[in-house]
């Protein structure tokens, strides 16, 4: 299938128009989403998620955690130290936990220094209520 002139190809904006849209759109986001997706399960919410994951074999699991990182390109020079990652450029790492329907209900950008999974999870407030049994 041949593409419509005009329509192919990668569309070409410079980084400031970039970086604006992407803080219009993410405004945007959370002013849409706030109450109702950006915000942690209630009870009922999380005993629903336990009750599907334990039919699937998994009990007591409430979601999905991952942590990943992606380098920062306009990371400020004097932060580049302190956010230096395994490939030696500044790496921003992200916790979440999301749900098979893609309900992400923790989301948590590690600490200066958290270069691995185990520092960001150390320093996860997630963690934190769970080790103080909340």
Not at 31 to 59: M, T, W
Not at 81 to 107: I, Q
Request: charged share 25%; proline share 4%.
């Amino acid at each position: 299938m041949a593409c419509h002139p005009g329509l192919c190809g990668t569309t070409k904006i410079g980084s400031s128009t970039a970086t604006e849209s992407l803080k219009q759109f993410s405004r945007a986001v959370v002013h849409h989403f706030k109450d109702e997706d950006l915000c942690d399960p209630s009870a009922e919410e999380l005993q629903s998620i336990a009750n599907e994951y334990e039919r699937l074999g998994f009990p007591g699991c409430v979601g999905c955690l991952d942590c990943a990182g992606w380098e920062w390109d306009a990371c400020p020079v004097g932060w580049h130290e302190n956010y230096k990652g395994a490939s030696k450029k500044p790496t921003l790492r992200m916790e979440a936990v999301c749900h098979d329907d893609l309900y992400c209900w923790h989301l948590k950008f590690g600490a200066p220094g958290s270069k691995n999974d185990l520092n960001i999870l150390y320093s996860s407030t997630l963690f934190q209520r769970i080790r103080r049994g909340e």
